[in-house]
Nanobody, 113 residues
Framework: VHVVESGGGLVQPGGSLRLSCAAS??????????VSWYRQAPGKERELVAQ????????AYADSVKGRFTISRDNPKNTVSLQMNSLKPEDTAVYYC?????WGQGTQVTVSS
């Protein structure tokens, strides 16, 4: 099982980033698995940011990102994306993708002027 995040970087407040999570090696089709994005800022606990269910792809978001972040999935490509708009300094964190209790190494997002 292999989960890899990408797409992080440095962006100014109000800017956008698109994170990607690529998953492989699962015993069943990727479409069977729900996928979650978490983030962890320095000195803080890891928090759930967004989730997308298997197949039909219903979504849920933390209150702090509702209306700004959008999670989506491309099952044939075994990927899940997190589109982040109107970024704020408080969005600065390492962002992690989780699929079936497997985690990636994380990707750093820094929002600063």
């Amino acid at each position: 099982v292999h989960v890899v995040e990408s797409g992080g970087g440095l962006v100014q407040p109000g800017g956008s980033l698109r994170l990607s999570c690529a998953a492989s090696g699962f015993p069943f089709s990727f479409s069977f698995y729900a996928v979650s994005w978490y983030r962890q800022a320095p000195g803080k606990e890891r928090e759930l940011v967004a989730q997308i269910s298997s197949r039909a792809g219903s979504t849920a978001y933390a209150d702090s990102v509702k209306g700004r972040f959008t999670i989506s999935r491309d099952n044939p490509k075994n990927t899940v994306s997190l589109q982040m708009n109107s970024l704020k300094p408080e969005d600065t964190a390492v962002y992690y993708c989780s699929v079936a209790a497997s985690w990636g190494q994380g990707t750093q997002v820094t929002v600063s002027s």
